[in-house]
């Protein structure tokens, strides 16, 4: 029961790594409420977890107020506010050919934008409770995978409001606020997005080691496992950390160039 008692916003979590957030959440003894777009899968999601310890609200964070509509669920529902877990996001394939000022604008919009007004809405809350923001940004931010540019910019930039918020707020208000940076994770939507970008139907059982050296790609369970100490009391003053989770270093790796990665 690390996170007992605690009130946590996750967005995003009607599906893959913030539904597993979720759960877990609720595992650990808080009160969450839901977030995303898909009302009938965040239903589903309701139903495991129950009325008494989740609330959902489907609604597109960059609308107008959305921010503000959340942080009151939780205020009305649980009676405060201790956690902003901001993972919603749109995972949107684009290179330069195919990014126009509106696409950009729009993936700024709900990747970046819209957790920075969720966690202006939700400040007087957290900071009464001494509370955390857990953003969800990706690997991708260092740079990023060619056909990943406008999602990987939109991660740049939430990696810098981590560490920039992660030291005023922290210092201001005694909120902190942490990023954790999925690598490669098997959900739902990464398995028909992959089979749509031509990969096979069972892409994710035969993948070079390079990529999976555990043979597997990342389980949302285990993003989850590892959310749960940035957003409980454990982490003590830890705040504007950035971290990787991945199976292997991120910065600095040079794969081997012989048939095991290249064939
Ligand atoms: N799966 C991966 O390999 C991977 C890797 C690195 C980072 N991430 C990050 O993890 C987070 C979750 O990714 P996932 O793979 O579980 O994605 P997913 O596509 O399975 O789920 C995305 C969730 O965000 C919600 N969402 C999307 N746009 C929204 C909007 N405008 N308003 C409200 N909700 C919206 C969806 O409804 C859904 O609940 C994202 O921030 C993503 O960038 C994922």
């Given at each position: ?12 979590s009607?599906t ?10 609720v595992t650990?003894?808080?009160?969450v ?8 899968w965040?239903?589903?999601v309701l139903?495991?977890l129950?009325n ?11 609308n107008e ?21 901001n ?7 684009s290179n330069?050919?195919t990014?126009?000022k ?10 970046t ?17 001494r509370g ?9 931010a260092?740079?990023?995978e060619?056909?990943?540019f406008a999602?990987?910019v939109t991660?740049?930039?939430?990696t ?5 918020l992660?030291?005023?707020?922290f210092?201001e208000?005694?909120?902190r606020?942490?990023q ?11 398995i ?18 390079v990529?999976?050296p ?6 949302p369970?285990?993003i989850?496992a590892?959310a ?13 950390q ?21 064939n």
């Amino acid at each position: 029961m690390r996170l007992q008692n605690k009130v946590i916003i996750v967005t995003g979590s009607t599906t893959g790594i913030g539904k597993a957030i979720a759960i877990r959440c609720v595992t650990e003894g808080a009160g969450v409420v839901l977030n995303g777009l898909e009302e009938y899968w965040g239903k589903q999601v309701l139903d495991e977890l129950g009325n008494e310890k989740a609330a959902l609200h489907i609604e597109d964070i960059s609308n107008e107020g959305a921010p503000e509509r959340l942080v009151d669920i939780a205020v009305k529902t649980f009676g405060k506010l201790d956690v902003v877990v901001n993972n919603a996001a749109i995972v949107a394939s684009s290179n330069i050919d195919t990014t126009d000022k509106n696409f950009l604008r729009r993936l700024l919009e709900v990747n970046t934008i819209a957790p920075f007004a969720l966690i202006k809405a939700a400040l007087p809350y957290l900071t009464e409770q001494r509370g955390c923001v857990l953003n969800i940004g990706s690997v991708n931010a260092y740079s990023g995978e060619p056909n990943l540019f406008a999602y990987s910019v939109t991660k740049g930039a939430l990696t810098t409001m981590t560490r920039n918020l992660g030291d005023t707020l922290f210092r201001e208000n005694g909120v902190r606020v942490n990023q954790i940076n999925p690598g490669w994770v098997l959900t739902e939507t990464e398995i028909e997005r992959k089979k749509k970008h031509g990969l096979a139907e069972d892409w994710y059982k035969d993948l070079p080691s390079v990529y999976a050296p555990a043979g597997r790609i990342l389980k949302p369970s285990e993003i989850a496992a590892a959310a749960v100490y940035w957003l409980s009391d454990e982490c003590g003053p830890i705040s504007g950390q950035v971290v990787d989770l991945e199976q292997y270093p991120f910065i600095g790796r040079n794969p081997p160039k012989d048939p095991s990665t290249i064939n």
